[in-house]
């Protein structure tokens, strides 16, 4: 009996053809609108920008509607599987991408980019190293044949570690890299782009499933929001754009050096995860979601936050956003390579 092959939705296999376009939208506005679209940019608080984090919230929000922690029991069964991707992702990943970054910004680029600005790109790579995929990996786990269960507790795992680990690691990390950090901008995003949507999502997953039922939640009313975080993603994409537009049109080759480390990255992460997987003796469906995880990045956080900390303008925030332009066409190439290589 042959297993029915699976397929990855048009929406999300496109996703790279969705953020070039709006990234071209972006600075064609940037360019023709020019100083008269400055005044989104300083709608703030707390130095975080209104439309903004409606929109990331928008992004999130989905995404916390799935996790169960009721799951989280299950671990017991089989641990290997969730101490190799929190080794991964807590111990290993943030610091390869500082040193990659690191390497790339301040020597290999340094005939095109200022010390200063190496800083930012550089803080731009750390929140996106410090942050494990939390929503587009169960997309993975589910074109590499991966257990959905297994998935899910490992993402479980990552959301409330990330409620306790992501602003000490980053903080480290910008630390040595001689960026200034403003702790209370930094605590007021988890708050607003983690906290917030996790406990909003568990409200309405309990009070939907209690009153509904788990079969109507994840088969009626989950569909409905999926485009939901993707849209209000491209839309963020837009503004970013509009604003780094001069900045692009005058550096075209930025998009291509930015990505160059990234993608070096991801491979390398992928890989230390899966042979580490292998070490292990870990089932297939179990190894290949460890990869992914550890690959692919939470990058609606990472661009929340860069923004919070650097503004919409930034560097830092460019190098989030080009993080989410190279992620999909990776990702898809793992993808590949996991199922070439199934045991």
Known sequence: MTSKKKHIG?????????????????ITIGHFAGSSIEFLSKLEI????????????????????????????????????????????????????????????????AAFISPEQAGEYIAGAILLGAAPCTAMVFVWSYLTNGDPNYTLVQVSI???????????????????????????TLVASIIVFVVVPLMAGYITHKILVNKKGEDWFKNIFLPKFKPVSIIALLITLVLLFAFQGNTIINKPLIILLVAIP????????????????????????????????????????????????????????MVTVVGVLVEVPVMLSLVALANKWKY
């Not at 169960?68 to 390869?96: A, C, E, Q």
Request: hydrophobic share 60%; charged share 10%; with cysteine.
């Open 46 to 109: 707390f130095k975080v920008n209104i439309p903004v984090a409606i929109l990331i919230w928008l992004m999130i929000y989905p995404m916390m509607l799935q996790v169960d922690f009721s799951s989280l029991k299950n671990v017991r069964k089989s641990p290997k599987g969730l101490i190799l991707t929190l080794i991964v992702n807590w111990l290993i990943k943030p610091f390869t991408m500082a040193f990659f970054a690191w390497i790339f910004f301040t020597k290999i680029y």
């Open 10 to 26: 048009v929406f999300e296999k496109y996703l790279t053809l969705w953020v070039a376009l709006c990234i071209a939208g972006g």
């Open 262 to 317: 990234l993608v070096i990255q991801t491979y390398f992460i992928f890989f230390i995860t899966w042979f580490g997987g292998r070490k292990l003796k870990l089932p297939h469906a179990i190894c290949s979601p460890a990869a992914m995880i550890g690959a692919s990045n939470f990058f609606e956080l990472a661009v929340a936050v860069a923004i919070a900390l650097f503004g919409l303008q930034s560097p830092a925030a």
């Open 158 to 184: 990552n959301d409330l570690i990330i409620l306790v680990a992501f602003i000490p690691i980053v903080g480290l990390l910008l630390g040595i890299t001689n960026i200034s950090i403003p702790y209370d």
